[in-house]
């Protein structure tokens, strides 16, 4: 849907949502007020400490029910992601349902373990009578800004964990998929406290407020130019922020390939959600042994996608001027449409669209396109293929196709991305075990795992000292048994040190050290 903020008759300002399947106007949802932002994040804080105060038995009962209401309103989440994204029903079901009902599961599952503290042993020479431990704790609230590629998945890819660590959220989904924020926002006001999760209507402007609203952790997930202004804000207040922005995916075909398996799975992951995912193949390295059979293989699966039940529309006419204009600039410059290259509708659609005598400067290989298109490119030389993949500031995810499975992990490795697939693509950012992100300009950010734990708690050292005598060895005064302690630590430590007199030193100093204090 595009979502365009418009002024009402009574002076408020509303997002107009327009169904991209048509453009025509479906609906309208309030903004909410910049001013009134700060306002959402006081009543996150306020609930915070009795959110946290449950303890995590109490919350996953909550969330648990949470999970619940979502399954029970599962079809109107289909039926509201056909209007706001034009996205197909078998996509929506299992992009953003059965995906999420197996997240819901997985922290679920897990958030007990990965909440338990690491014991701190201590040496009971150095430090007698201490112990201690390194607890997980919420960092308090949590603001989360998310696009609207995958409206449901990712916020609940934060929210779920976020929740479970006892943290409240302020929530800005994105002005084109507010619909869908509402009612993810309903169904947590209908099981969970007041206050819990706070609901931010609005674009850009809301997103800077909520940043700078005073949340003690900012989660977003969008574009890199927008990731730089939001971590240039966090910056400046040093408030913690995870990026998880775009990438310009590569898939590499080797000659070895299994062809047909390589094709559906390419074709899927180019033209899924309309090309608009981050991790879509927007570029295809193939082996010139195989090359001329892959692109007429590709071009005849590709031309049996049927529009809107296999790729649904562009979300906005920006984004579809963005796709055009792409492809219009590799054509000019002399790339061939193989399918495709069309923007016929209904509404926002763009064809899936296959070219061939592409180069790396062009805007198609270069930029993030976020639409229907697969360049494929053959090549010689692996290694340079390989480099070439890199070559781009992005860094999310990388598919190696070869039936040689150590071969393609091997060659992987060697990328600099965050996800690395043998023979498939894309499919790990549904999975909530899996780390997600990546380096460069994909912004560093992980979500998914018990890494994403690392942007939503605190490590806090917990150390009880019951030793009650009056020195410790460390403390004042610095003198000669101490240094004769501590070079003999280090002489027996030491490869080839001198290991016995380094003994003994120690254990002179040691004693005259607990005799002096
Ligand atoms: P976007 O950057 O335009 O918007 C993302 C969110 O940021 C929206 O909610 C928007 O309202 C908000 N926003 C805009 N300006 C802001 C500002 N100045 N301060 C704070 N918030 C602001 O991105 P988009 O078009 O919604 O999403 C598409 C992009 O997201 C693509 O680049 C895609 O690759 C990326 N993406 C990345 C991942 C990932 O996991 N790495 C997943 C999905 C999408």
């Not at 039926?79 to 599961?105: H, K, M, Y």
């Not at 700078?212 to 977003?220: E, H, K, S, Y």
């Amino acid at each position: 849907m595009a979502g365009v903020l418009q002024q009402d008759p009574d002076g408020s300002t509303v997002i107009a949502c327009l169904d991209p399947r048509s453009g025509q106007q479906v609906a309208t949802v309030p903004v909410t007020p910049v001013d009134q932002v700060g306002a959402a994040v006081a009543r996150a804080r306020a609930a915070q400490p009795d959110w946290h105060g449950l303890g995590l038995a109490r919350r996953k009962v909550l969330v648990e029910a949470l999970r619940q209401a979502f399954l029970a309103a599962a079809p109107r989440v289909v039926s509201l992601l056909a209007e706001e994204c034009g996205r197909p029903g078998g996509e929506a079901w299992t992009s953003e349902v059965v995906a999420n009902n197996d997240l819901f599961a997985w922290w679920l599952g897990q958030i007990d373990d990965l909440l338990t503290a690491d014991p701190i042993s201590l040496n009971p020479v150095n430090y007698p009578r201490k112990g201690g431990r390194v607890q997980l704790e919420p960092v308090g609230v949590v603001g989360l800004i998310t696009p609207w590629n995958l409206p449901v998945a990712i916020p609940l890819r934060c929210l779920v964990p976020a929740l479970l660590a006892g943290n409240t959220v302020a929530w800005k989904p994105s002005e084109h998929s507010p619909r869908t924020g509402a009612l993810l926002h309903e169904l947590c006001r209908q099981v969970l406290p007041p206050g819990v999760v706070e609901l931010v209507q609005g674009d850009g402007a809301q997103g800077q407020a909520l940043v700078t609203a005073g949340v003690d952790a900012v989660v977003f997930t969008g574009s890199v130019r927008t990731g730089r202004r939001v971590a240039a804000l966090c910056g400046e207040r040093l408030v913690p922020c995870s990026l998880e922005l775009g990438g310009k995916d590569a898939a590499v075909v080797l000659a070895d390939a299994d062809l047909e398996r390589a094709v559906e799975g390419i074709v899927w992951a180019a033209f899924g959600l309309a090309g608009q995912n981050c991790a879509a193949v927007e570029r295809c390295f193939v082996d010139a042994a195989l090359y001329e059979r892959f692109v007429d293989a590709v071009v005849a699966r590709t031309r049996k996608l049927r529009p809107l039940l296999d790729v649904g529309p562009l979300i906005t006419p920006a984004q579809l001027e963005i796709v055009k204009a792409h492809v219009a600039e590799a054509v000019d410059r002399g790339a061939v449409v193989r399918c495709g290259g069309g923007a016929p509708g209904p509404g926002w659609y763009h064809e899936p669209t296959v070219l061939t005598g592409v180069q790396d400067d062009m805007l198609v290989m270069a930029e993030e396109t976020f639409g229907p298109v697969l360049p494929i490119v053959p090549f010689d030389d692996l290694e340079q293929a390989l480099a070439r993949v890199d070559g781009t500031p992005y860094g999310l995810t990388t598919s190696i196709w070869t039936r040689d499975l150590a071969l393609g992990e091997a060659l992987g490795l060697g990328l600099r991305c965050g996800v690395v697939t043998v023979n498939n693509h894309a499919f790990t950012g549904a999975l909530p075990m899996a780390a997600w992100g990546g380096p460069k300009d994909t912004g560093g950010g992980v979500t998914s795992s018990r890494f994403a734990l690392y942007h939503l708690t605190r490590p806090r050292t917990v150390v009880l000292d019951a030793l009650g005598q009056p020195h410790e060895m460390w403390w004042f005064p610095y003198n000669e048994a101490l240094e004769r302690l501590s070079g003999g630590l280090v002489e027996l430590a030491r490869r080839g040190g001198a290991r016995l007199p380094g003994a003994r030193a120690a254990l002179s100093g040691f004693i005259a050290r607990w005799k002096d204090s």
